[in-house]
């Protein structure tokens, strides 16, 4: 069977635009904040739409191209400031968010992800904690 090329190419633009839309919304929703700074405002908002592509939803983090290390039960956490240091300055293969977070919002998440996952540290840390570590 010989197919028009008349017939053919709109049918294909109507396969192609069904394809491309659901990247398309997709696209519209961003993995990241959309603003220079975050715009979430509580630990868990923060760490589902910044953190969680990394370390995964239940904190358990992953390995495959990168390691990511879990959170979930990760002692190191123990100490406060770590948590403030490295999501303040980075570490590594993690990225730096010291500039994209107000000092409440870098407190917030530590705080969240120290006293979730099966983490229980519950001394809160103050955004005067996450000010210090820009130091
Ligand atoms: C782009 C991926 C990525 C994102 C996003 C990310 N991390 Fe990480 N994180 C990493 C990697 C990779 C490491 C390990 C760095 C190393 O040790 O080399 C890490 C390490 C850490 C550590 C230290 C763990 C340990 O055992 O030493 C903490 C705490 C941490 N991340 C918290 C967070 C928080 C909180 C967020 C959200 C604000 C976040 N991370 C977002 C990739 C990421």
Known sequence: MILRASKILP???LALAGALAPSAA???TPVLSPTP???EKTGAEMYANVCQACHMS???GAAGAAV????????RLAA?????SVVVSGLRGMPAFGG???DEQVAAVVNYVRANFGNKYTDALTPEDAANARR
């Open 80 to 84: 406060g400031g770590y948590g403030v």
């Open 37 to 39: 700074r975050f715009a």
């Open 26 to 28: 997709r696209a519209q």
């Open 58 to 60: 239940d904190g358990k």
């Open 68 to 75: 990511f290390p879990s959170l979930a039960g990760n002692v």
């Open 11 to 13: 049918a294909l633009a």
């Open 100 to 102: 994209m977070m107000s």
